[in-house]
């Protein structure tokens, strides 16, 4: 008889899994569940769905073909088992078991489910650290505590001396921490795009479409085409092309938007690493081994890595440290409801559109799409943070409650009041007419500040600043905004206030 079970969840699919290091092939069952609870906690896009469950058969299939006994339910194996904790008592019930060993859960309700194992089940539950993530919490909280503020970048330098990625006796390379100044190109005319790798749905893949379109048809989102890599091979294919093809330009370009071209030069290995296909250190080495070698430049090297042991590091840290209540956070008071243009991308607002678009057919859209075309307007908009919480939750394959919560309260919609975020990423049409070409095909006009056919990010940028004067006003960061908003006359604050809220009483149909 087995002693122990092991459980491995859907965004745990890693062999070097701190849960399955010592596993013994002989005596142990690693236990894996595909439950309703997860698929439906809230109604996640079908192409996230799809890459979840078809990414853990193959895993469960590799765990096979090592020698490991692997009890694994597919969702409509026993309709009665919904959720972790049912799956792991019918495997219990088939086995036997003198001790539970999995990793903690990434996001905090999970993390409650496997805590309260051992009194459910009376045995031993050992709850492994995941450390797949660099720094461990108690790091994060190391450099977190007794500071007045929480900036990403200064986190991002001690990670950066910790792993030595791009350090030079003790110092950055290049001589400066990132190069951000580098990774602001708008697009230019003929920008050629490196054609993606192309993956055939195997059977495996095909039983999972036809599951999610059966039983979950009725989600946000396009099933097909699906072209997701779903394996271990295939993740190191996909990082492997990024860095031979899409790399070298990656920083330059990593701010722009082209119509048409969800992907331009980004890596797309966000939800590869999230699921545990991909280890976040083997994509840092990869890439600073290509500006090494010489074959990428070092601001796109830098850029790359930067996300990783920057933003993703910080980002987990931030959630952990102000959970269970970070998401009820809203510090500006926002409680529109979120158009309904949301879940169709049917709106006259061009960026908008090709932003929703995109992400509907894809579960996916770049860091600028999300932050300064969809965040923005929530922001400006001020729709209620809980709302957009759960979009953005809902539609991206690579969102899981620890990365999408703090991205949309903190980055997107300030509704932490600057808990690390230095100001609101707030802005106007220019910004977006900069680093796009999306305005020259959109309905209003990006350089007329008011009226009905004026760009609504415009007097939206200018009602928002005046609806939060109170609690903005005195940060330092925004001050050239309100001093120019002091000297506006009163006639064009008027006509910013007509146009917004001539904007927000027909806002499902702009």
Known sequence: MPKTLRMVLGDQLSRDLSALRDADPARD??????????????????????????????????????????????????????????????????????????????????????????????????????????????????????????????????????????????????????????????????????GRPAWTVDETTREVLDLVADRFGDHFGDLEPFAHPVTRRQALHCLNWFVDHALPDFGTYQDAMVTGEALMFHSHLSALINVGLLDPRECCARAEKAWREGAVPLNAAEGFIRQIIGWREFIRGIYWRNMPDYGDSNALGA??????????????????????????????????????????????????????????LIVYHDAYEWVEMPNVVGMALYADNGLFASKPYASSGAYIDRMSDYCGSCRYAVRKKNGPKACPFNHLYWNFLIENREMLAGNRRMGMMYGTLDRMSADKIEAVRDDSARFFRAIDEA
């Not at 929480?150 to 030079?168: D, N």
């Not at 709106?347 to 965040?375: D, F, P, S, W």
């Open 29 to 194: 069952v690693i236990v894996m569940a595909e439950v309703w609870d997860e698929a439906t906690y809230v109604r996640h896009h079908t192409k996230k769905i799809a890459f979840i469950f078809a990414a853990m058969r193959h895993f469960a299939a590799d765990l096979e073909a090592d020698g490991f006994t692997v009890d694994y339910r597919r969702l409509d194996d026993d309709r009665d088992i919904t959720s972790f904790t049912d799956a792991l008592e019918a495997a219990m019930g088939r086995h036997g078991a003198e001790r539970i060993v999995t990793t903690e859960a990434a996001e905090w309700r999970v993390l409650a489910m496997q805590q309260g194992w051992a009194d459910l089940f009376g045995i031993k539950v050992d709850i492994c650290g995941d450390d797949r993530f660099i720094a461990s919490h108690a790091d994060f909280a190391r450099w977190a505590d007794g500071r007045k503020a929480l900036r990403m970048e200064y986190f991002y330098r001690e990670m950066r001396k910790a792993t030595g990625y791009l350090m030079e006796d003790g110092e950055p390379a290049g001589g400066q921490w990132n190069f951000d100044a580098e990774n602001r190109a708008p697009p230019k005319d003929g920008l050629d795009f490196p």
């Open 335 to 392: 409680s529109r409801d979120l158009p309904d243009w949301f879940w169709t991308g049917e709106t006259h607002m061009n960026c908008l559109r090709q932003a929703i678009t995109e992400t509907k057919e894809n579960a996916y859209a770049h860091h600028i799409q999300r932050l300064m075309v969809i965040g923005n307007f929530a922001l400006l908009a001020g729709i209620d943070p809980k709302q957009v919480q759960e979009w953005f």
